[in-house]
């Protein structure tokens, strides 16, 4: 079923010759499409965009993807409880995608023709790496055509700068001793790619960052996932004072061998060491990529992260 692409009435864009996209975010395959209520600064700088699971998008969502499965509507609607937000700074070339994805634009990929989708542009990480592109990469090129124009075009200069790697400014305060105390920010800066396990596997937790990566994974996955693989994307808060504990939000991903990551909600807590991420998590068909439902109770619904001991 093709869908038309149109602005809700009473969204005004000011001040952009860029050329309106969707009226709803893209958040992945069978996935919903949360409708846009409310869209700024439609390419500019400071474009950002929220849209609203409502009960019409549960209901067609379920129809289509879980025809009959009472448990349907309850979990979608316990995954996205509050409005989904997209946001990007449209002549840099950045993007926070409505999954949570913090990503650099990388250029455009030629069209596949007849079919294929309008939105050809391509992404990497703040890091440098290339963001996939099958179907979750559609997701920050749909959601970049929403707030800045069906592949609109960054400034070079503005993009370069944007993507350079800052001279570090220090933010904390000195003693009359000039013993050195770090803002909370920074203290989360010297956190970085921490060394925690996950069932087995070593991982790297990003605090400032807001990721968790693959470092080794165990034997029994490493055919399917690889060093480098990001497995939960979205951010550490609440860090009261300088301790290294708080609440963490954003999205996990699931996989199997073939498929496209599946994301999902996920949502915890961090203290002394351990990380507890809970969520319903996406359900795979038994012989396809098909999601067949979502499980508050499978092995992937509560995903715990324990710091590597000899770390401590």
């Known amino acids: 079923m093709t869908r038309l692409s149109f602005l809700p009435l009473g969204l005004v864009l000011l001040h952009s010759p860029a050329i309106a996209g969707d009226s709803w975010l893209y958040l992945g395959p069978q996935r919903p499409d949360p409708k846009i209520i409310k ?8 474009a950002r965009a929220e849209a609203q699971v409502t009960d019409r998008d549960i209901k067609d969502f379920c129809d289509n993807f879980h025809p009959g ?3 349907c509507r309850d979990a979608v609607r316990h995954e996205f409880p509050k409005p989904i937000v997209a ?7 950045t993007i926070t995608t409505a999954n949570g994805d913090e990503l650099v634009y990388a250029g455009e990929r030629k069209s596949e023709g007849y079919g294929d989708s309008p939105n050809l542009t391509l992404w990497k990480t703040r890091d440098g790496k290339e963001f996939p592109r099958g179907a979750i990469g559609g997701v920050p090129a749909q959601n970049w055509s929403v707030l800045c124009g069906l592949n609109f075009k960054p400034r070079q200069a503005q993009q370069a700068q944007a993507t350079a790697s800052p001279t570090p400014q220090l933010r904390g305060t000195r003693d009359k001793n000039g013993v050195y105390t770090p803002t909370m ?3 989360l800066e010297m956190l970085n790619d921490q060394p925690y396990i996950h069932n087995g596997s070593e991982v790297g937790v990003n605090f400032s960052k ?8 165990k034997a029994s996955i490493a055919g399917t996932i ?3 693989t990001i497995l939960f994307q979205g951010t550490f808060t609440n860090v009261p004072k300088l301790e290294l504990r708080g609440t963490v939000a954003g999205t996990a991903y699931v996989f199997k061998r073939g498929c496209e990551p599946a994301p999902y909600r996920v949502t915890g807590t961090y203290s002394n060491g351990r990380i507890i991420l809970r969520g319903a998590s996406p359900q795979r ?3 396809s990529c098909e999601i067949s439902g979502y499980s508050t109770t499978s092995p992937n619904a509560v995903l715990e992260f324990t710091e590597r ?4």
């Open 309 to 312: 001991p000899e770390h401590h």
């Open 69 to 71: 499965q009472t448990w």
């Open 39 to 46: 869209l700024e600064g439609f390419g500019t700088e400071e």
């Open 285 to 287: 068909a038994k012989n």
């Open 226 to 228: 690889s060093a480098d």
């Open 87 to 93: 946001s990007a700074n449209c002549l840099a070339g």
């Open 185 to 187: 920010e920074e203290w």
């Open 210 to 217: 807001g990721y968790i990566k693959y470092w080794t994974p």
